[in-house]
Structures are given as structure tokens and as C-alpha cells.
């Protein structure tokens, strides 16, 4: 018998608003309990363990208290955890409210499932930026460097480091309105990529290859990204050959409550 293949699956949502009332926040997870089932949470926690069996009415009411963050895990396919967090504002700058999730996926269809509803997000409540993609051993080493993945281990996209550059381009991505007025519309939907599709007057989506499994199999996949980069502006990505001092294009996020 031919053991199914697995690969890694890290992806996040950057969400435009805040989710600081309780109930908004819950309706943002029932959303996804509705609309992806295919990463149905099994266990919920705000704190280490996540081993607490909830329903989303008992969701709501431990939302009620104040939690500013729900994490929640899956032990069948596709295995995995996440997390839910509202808008936080740390000394450093205010970080958008965001959806995290990493899972071991085992064919394109469930990777297309979270497509779909980061797509219907973006059209629902607004979504500043999203990606999605695999860390390969290959490319480990450079998202070490760019920040994509300091502990090599799973990709993290925080806010803060979308205002000093963008560490790079991913095999899938939302831009939002920031990004869609700092790049352009146009220069966005001709870029030369897979796939390039417009989501709304301030969001485009963009997309390497045909499927995220190319990021371990097909490795022209990196002359892509390259030529998107160039084509979009080289100076919005992290370079490690710049000065750390040196000054990125970066757009100008708004924060509404």
C-alpha cells in the first residue's frame, strides 16, 4: 500500500478590522466553522493545552471575558492547529487582527478549500494582506533570513514586518488596499504569474503555480517569484544585500476601529 504524501501548509490572513467587540469576533469564527470545514477545529484552548471540546455557543461565552485570542487544534487529516487573534496595539505599532493556520495537507483540493474562504474574507470583512504556501528545506535558509520563518519550522507573516518591507512573495497572496495603491492595479493584474485575479476594487489575488505542491517538486517555481518581484517592484522586497538601514516602498496601513 502507497503511503499518502504530506506536505506542510502554513497560511494567515491579516484581517482590516479590529474584532474588538465579542460577538464580532465569534461571528468571525463561526464563519470559518461554516465556510471551512475542511480544517473543522476538534479541540480549543486560549492557553496551552488546546484540549478543551467547545461548542461555539461556549465559544461565545468564553469570548465574552475579553479573550483576545482563541487557538484551536486537529488530529485528523488535515492535522493540524490555529489560532484567532483580535487587533492588538503593542509599543511597536498596532498589528492587525489575524487567522493562522498550520496544517499537513495531502492533495490540492483542501488547499483550495482555505483559497476560497481567504477570497470570500476579503470580499466579506477586508483583508489587508494573506498568504499561503509550504516551507521547503530549500527554502528554509532564506526564510530564515527575510524573517518569513525565523525558527525554520512554519512561515509568520506579523504586521510589523509588512511596515518595514515584504519578505518576499509567496506561492499565494492577497494584497489588499494598501498594497493595491502602493503597486498599482495594473502593474498587479499583469504580473506574470499563474494566476492573477482581481477580488474587488482594492484587492488582488496572486498565485505562483498551479498547485502549492510545485514549491517541493517543481523548482522553476523560484524563477517566478523572481520575475514577479522585478515586475513589481524590487524595492518593496527584503533584500539581504541592502544596508539594514536602508529604505523600502512600504505601504501605508489604516486601522479603523
Not at 487529516?77 to 493556520?101: D, E
Not at 512573495?169 to 504569474?193: D, M, R, T
Request: glycine fraction near 4%.
Amino acid at each position: 500500500m502507497i503511503k499518502k504524501r504530506s506536505i506542510p501548509l502554513d497560511a494567515e490572513i491579516l484581517l482590516s478590522p479590529s474584532f474588538k467587540s465579542p460577538d464580532a469576533f465569534a461571528d468571525l469564527i463561526e464563519d470559518f466553522l461554516i465556510n471551512l470545514t475542511t480544517f473543522s477545529p476538534r479541540r480549543w484552548g486560549v492557553v496551552e493545552p488546546i484540549n478543551l471540546e467547545l461548542s461555539m455557543q461556549d465559544i461565545r461565552c468564553v469570548l465574552q471575558t475579553g479573550e483576545g485570542n482563541i487557538m484551536w487544534k486537529r488530529n485528523a487529516s488535515p492535522k493540524g492547529w490555529g489560532k484567532f487573534r483580535k487587533r492588538t496595539n503593542p509599543l511597536y505599532g498596532p498589528q492587525f487582527a489575524n487567522i493562522y493556520i498550520s496544517v499537513s495537507v495531502e492533495n490540492q483540493n483542501q488547499v483550495a478549500d482555505f483559497i476560497f474562504y481567504a477570497k470570500n474574507l476579503s470580499e466579506w470583512v477586508g483583508v489587508e494582506y494573506a498568504c499561503c504556501d509550504s516551507l521547503t528545506e530549500n527554502y528554509k535558509p532564506v526564510a530564515f533570513v527575510n524573517g518569513l520563518a525565523p525558527y525554520q519550522t512554519s512561515i509568520f507573516v506579523p504586521t510589523f514586518k509588512l511596515t518595514k518591507c515584504l519578505p518576499d512573495i509567496l506561492w499565494s497572496q492577497i494584497f489588499g488596499p494598501a498594497y493595491v495603491k502602493l503597486i498599482g492595479l495594473e502593474k498587479l493584474l499583469s504580473a506574470p504569474a499563474y494566476k492573477v485575479e482581481q477580488l474587488g476594487p482594492e484587492a488582488v489575488y496572486l498565485q505562483l503555480s498551479e498547485s502549492v505542491f510545485d514549491m517541493h517538486d517543481h523548482y522553476e517555481v523560484d524563477a517566478v517569484r523572481c520575475q514577479v518581484k522585478r515586475h513589481l517592484d524590487d524595492n518593496i522586497f527584503f533584500n539581504p544585500n541592502y544596508r539594514e538601514d536602508h529604505v523600502y516602498r512600504v505601504p501605508t496601513f489604516k486601522f479603523p476601529d
